[in-house]
């Protein structure tokens, strides 16, 4: 009676097509997926379109990879300290969107930013670096680094608000909940003490300013 139900439930999915169709994996009945045939970013209407698409998976893909890069040097350095266990939270939700990007990238066969080698460094020493100071150094680097990152994320979803609020549905959903998950790492940072490690603002003002230098180039190359 149950399974009876459960199928009709999703009887009307037949409507649309075996591409779109995947199988429940309790009872085999088939589930709609969704009502467009891609996941994420629509297929691109001409190369401005997919220049533009392009550039913004590019540099969040790049901004994702360097944030696991610098949760990576800030476990080496306090992975075995008190504070380890909230870094290894908040660096497994970066693992998270990382492999977000790369699914995504993989399905347009976009390509990644050639700088990748350089962020792998440049994150791992920004965060080992930083939590050589201690935790609120640590502490300090992802509000400094989370900040930038979520005001990124902000100004992408203006533009494609801006450009056609529909089209990019997936997309923005996507950006909106990292956007949200990065807010709350920058939140995390100041309930445990960043602000009160010495010279904060001029840390966090240097790594903004290589952060916005990271997103500018990311873009680009
Ligand atoms: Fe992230
Ligand atoms: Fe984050």
Redesign the pocket.
């Known amino acids: 009676m149950q399974r009876a139900a459960h199928t009709a439930l999703h009887d009307w999915s037949r409507v649309v097509g075996p591409a779109l169709i995947r199988q429940c994996s309790k009872c085999r009945a088939p589930l709609l997926l969704s009502a467009r045939a891609y996941s994420v970013i629509p297929p691109p209407r001409d190369a401005e379109e997919r220049e533009m698409l392009h550039r913004v998976l590019r540099v969040d893909h790049a ?2 990879y360097g ?2 890069r610098i949760y990576a040097g800030q476990m080496a350095v306090l992975g075995r300290s008190r504070t380890g266990p909230l870094i290894q939270e908040m660096w497994d ?2 693992k ?3 492999a977000k990007f790369n699914e995504i990238m993989a399905e347009n066969r976009v390509r990644p930013t050639a700088l990748l080698p350089l962020w792998n460094v440049a994150g791992f020493v920004l965060g080992a670096s930083t939590a050589l100071l201690g935790k609120e150094g640590a502490m300090a680097c992802t509000v400094a680094v ?1 900040e930038s ?1 979520s005001e990124h994320y902000n100004s992408q979803i203006r533009a494609l608000m801006e450009e056609d609020p529909d089209r990019y549905t997936e997309l923005l959903k996507v950006i909106k909940e ?1 956007r949200d ?2 807010l709350e ?1 920058h939140d995390t940072g100041l309930e445990h003490d960043a602000e009160s490690l010495p010279g904060f603002w001029l840390l966090k003002n240097a790594i903004q300013l290589g952060c916005k230098a990271a997103i500018y180039v990311s873009q680009r190359v």
């Open positions: 901004g994702e944030a696991n939700q970066e998270k969107h990382l989370e990152i990292f998950d990065e790492h």
